[in-house]
């Protein structure tokens, strides 16, 4: 995922490490964190595939490194914003984190993604609707877990409804922009 908000953000402009870490931890906080002794040995390893190039500029009587995307990165960048089989666990995180960049692909790309999206979440939500029909019927003789159980997966359903809804919404403003 970091990767792709590396890579994303040096879309847009040459860039310093640390404004790229406040920007992360701007989107993922309050109380996440990424820290710069993660982030900078990525920023290393995407300067040995040759993804990015660090430059000094000169900065306030200083020498800061600033980051430069190569043709090679903007490659890798567009091909992380199109994987959709990558972390499918986390992929929720990571959609987010595409629609920050969202106006950096094509719009029948965004549909693509979209109706991914959009059958993830319709999965989540069919996954989560058989399974607490399940409890409803299999299991109302277990206990008192059962009725917390199904309160926690009808709230996590709901929060997949208004992930669908989102998606709607955006799907009508892509085609609309078409």
């Not at 986390?90 to 991914?116: A, G, S």
């Not at 409890?135 to 992930?163: C, F, P």
Request: proline share 2%; glycine share 6%; with cysteine.
């Amino acid at each position: 995922m970091y990767e792709l908000v590396i890579l994303g953000f040096l879309m847009r402009s040459v860039s310093h490490g640390y404004r790229i870490v406040k920007i992360i931890n701007d989107i993922i906080g309050p109380y996440a964190k990424l820290s710069s002794g993660r982030l900078y040995p990525l920023f290393e390893k995407l300067a040995r595939d040759g993804q990015i190039e660090a430059t000094n500029a000169q900065g306030k009587g200083t020498r800061q490194r600033e980051y430069i995307i190569t043709e090679k990165g903007k490659q890798r960048f567009h091909q992380l914003m199109m994987d959709t089989v990558s972390n499918p666990g986390e992929y929720k995180k990571l959609f987010q984190m595409k629609m920050v960049f969202w106006d950096l692909i094509e719009p029948n790309e965004q549909l693509y993604l979209l109706d991914h999206y959009r059958n993830y979440c319709q999965t989540h939500i069919f996954h989560l609707d058989h399974e607490i029909e399940d409890l409803q019927n299999r299991h109302r003789d277990i206990g008192d877990y059962v009725e917390s159980s199904i309160s926690v997966m009808t709230h996590i359903k709901a929060e997949w409804e208004l992930e669908l809804e989102w998606v709607e919404k955006m799907k009508q403003g892509t085609e609309g922009a078409n």
